[in-house]
């Protein structure tokens, strides 16, 4: 079957818009037909990672419909509606293999990390997807398969986090909003946004960050104690860049001897680079926690509730995707997101 999708066949080229060829799927595999396809920062590490193998495909989040079923799937049929994610949609032990599922451009098997949704069409391995109502928003929704599940699962799984607990949130892009909406939604305060522009500030009050700090202006480890009486109890960092990589143990609340004793836990989220230094004094003496999430979130459970919670108001889906791009603006899509002009989410609509 032809189709079309973003790719890009050259380290270092824009993507480019080409025709790809997807074949049956296999017992495993399921096909869907893009509704819409969030942007995420993933996709720009991934273009930038010169390793990769071309031609590449991208995107791990999306509505569909189904359009063919392998014979072993079972939990979807032709002519439901889905999202598609990057996380298993059921219990997984270890790390799954990203093996690419099959498509070809040119003849050449197309390289991907789970998914290409941005795509018209996609096949993939049936764990990946995940059914929803048919009735349920097609746009808004997508976002839930990567943005929501990790923002929002690293609050309520990594930390799980209680009413009344002191949160701070480094980056208040899509995923660090999410997380700031879910410690919202539990009842932490207070709830401390971190991030380098007033406006991204001002807009995460409106997903319920309740203290702003501006790291251009002031330190935020010294705002942050000063904020919650001696550090949070769970800070976490969307960016992931080394600063901020660094920032979040220290803003934690601290411990010391006993048992009980335990200080604050610091959560990273963002993907990282390389390296990183921590005091080794912050984990010995003040019994501090450091730990990544990795889109924990349980799918099938998981994502009814967030379909839930925004038909309900509760969590605003709408507002968090501030910009829509057609599957022709893909370029443009992705290069203001690396320029830092899409406050929340940017989706694709095909």
Not at 15 to 28: G, Y
Not at 130 to 144: A, F, M, Q, R, T
Not at 281 to 301: C, D, I, N, V
Request: aromatic content about 8%; overall charge negative; charged content about 20%.
């Amino acid at each position: 079957m032809r189709s079309y999708a973003a790719i890009q066949t050259e380290y270092g080229k824009d993507l480019v818009i080409e025709a790809i060829e997807i074949p049956d799927p296999q017992p495993d595999q399921v096909v869907v037909k893009m509704f819409s396809s969030g942007v995420c920062h993933s996709q720009l590490h991934q273009m930038k990672d010169s390793k990769t193998t071309r031609p590449y495909a991208f995107g791990h989040e999306a509505t569909a419909v189904v359009t063919h079923v392998g014979d072993n799937v079972s939990h979807v049929k032709e002519g439901d509606h889905c999202i598609v994610t990057w996380v298993p949609r059921g219990p997984f032990k270890g790390r799954p293999d990203k093996n690419p599922p099959g498509a070809t451009y040119k003849g050449e098997l197309i390289n991907c990390a789970w998914a290409f949704t941005w795509s018209q069409d996609c096949i993939i391995d049936g764990e990946y997807v995940v059914k929803i109502p048919n009735d349920e928003p097609v746009d808004v929704s997508c976002i839930i398969g990567c943005a929501v599940l990790t923002g929002a699962g690293a609050v309520i799984n990594t930390a799980n986090v209680k009413t009344g607990e002191s949160v701070a949130v480094f980056g208040v892009g899509g995923v660090g909003l999410s997380a700031i909406k879910m410690a919202s939604i539990i009842g932490a305060y207070p709830i401390i946004a971190v991030d380098l522009l007033d406006d991204k500030l001002k807009f995460a009050k409106e997903f319920g960050a309740t203290h702003l700090v501006n790291a251009l202006e002031v330190d935020p480890v010294n705002k942050i104690t000063d904020i919650s009486d001696g550090g949070v109890d769970y800070a976490f960092d969307a960016v992931g860049v080394k600063i901020t990589n660094e920032q979040i143990l220290p803003s934690t609340r601290g411990g010391g001897p006993g048992a009980d004793n335990v200080g604050g836990t610091a959560v990273l989220i963002g993907i990282p680079g390389s390296e990183m230094t921590l005091d080794p004094g912050l984990f010995m003496f003040s019994q501090r926690t450091y730990k990544g999430s990795l889109g924990a979130t349980y799918p099938e459970k998981e994502f009814p509730m967030y379909l839930r919670l925004h038909s309900e108001g509760k969590f605003n889906l709408d507002k968090l995707i501030t910009k829509r791009y057609k599957f022709e603006q893909i370029v443009e899509a992705y290069k203001d997101l690396d320029n830092g002009e899409i406050f929340g989410r940017a989706i694709i609509e095909f």
